[in-house]
């Protein structure tokens, strides 16, 4: 795939060495020469130094090539017209920008970007499900949130543990995907009893998620 | 539309303060922003309008300066993609009637106008009265 990343710092840094060990042709657009010289030395890609915003340096990237553009400065106003041009001018099929105000989200993907993501967004959700809830050792969304994984481990206070699945009062948009006992990962079924220290991977849609918790460790958030 | 309109004026530079100050000596109702506090001591004595202190390129800046009220919104910022995004927040978040975007990198212009943005390239505006004037010169020197 041609990818053409816009951006600097550490994100593009590792983002487009990332890219290029998965055989990625990885093009990086970066305003700053001091740093875009580094980036030359030390990832496997074609640097230009410059404004990705601009029609003339997206062209000297081959935009018109590219199968994905990423925006990912420090402005949303950059990242916004980086893609919008890169889409409409030079028809890029897949467009993802980082969105630096959450609230910005859902304007840039109603303005036409594939993907506009919020790491402030990402991290809140993150500290929001953890707070309270320190046996929760991941969460992410996926798909836009329409669906949250999770990590949880089960402690001795939970009313699960020694419970099969199928006695367990679960929401319906909930699900155990994985149980993970002695560094073993095994898919549950109905009659699987759960035990203390359990690591479960839980699968759920947001509205449900609350209810789902408090089955498996009895806590209310 | 009302005689006197509710103008939201983004950017209180050079542009900015002359339109701002402008309009609301003829009685609209002004809103100008700007994230640069000394940008408001360009605008004239007789600005009565509001005055927000924040980045345009925050939602938040945009609420407080409730663009949603507004018939109109000019967006004048020294930065091309600011105004460009402004404009598109304003006529697609916001609701705003009439959106009035200054360009200066003509590059963009064709572009956006594509997409459907009412863009004013002040410096393709700047190029034209040069000509003019050179033309109108050389036309006087010549009788």
New interface residues.
Partial sequence: MRVILIGDGKLAYFLGKKFVAQRHRVTIINAHPSEAEEFSHQIKATVIVGDG????ILKEAEAEKADLVLALTA????N??AC??AQ??YGVPRTIALVN?P??QQ?FE??GITVAFSATQILANLIEKRADFEDIANFFAVDGGQIGITEIILDEDSPAVGKTLQNLNLPTGALIGCIIRQDKAFVPRGWSHLQVGDRLILISQPEHYQQFLEVLTGKVE | MAKFLEITVIGCGRLGSILASHFSQQGHNVVVIDRDKSAFEHLTEEFSGFAIYGDA????VLQEAKLEQADCAIAVTG????N???S??AK??FDVPIVLTRIL?P??EE?YQ??GLTIISTTKISATAFFQTLQQQLEENVS
């Fill in positions: 915003t601009h029609p003339p402005y949303d106003e950059d916004l017209v919008q041009i409409h001018y105000d609230a910005h304007f109603q303005m | 390129a925050e939602m938040q930065k091309d993609n600011l460009i995004m402004v598109q927040l697609t978040v990198e590059a963009r572009i594509k997409l």
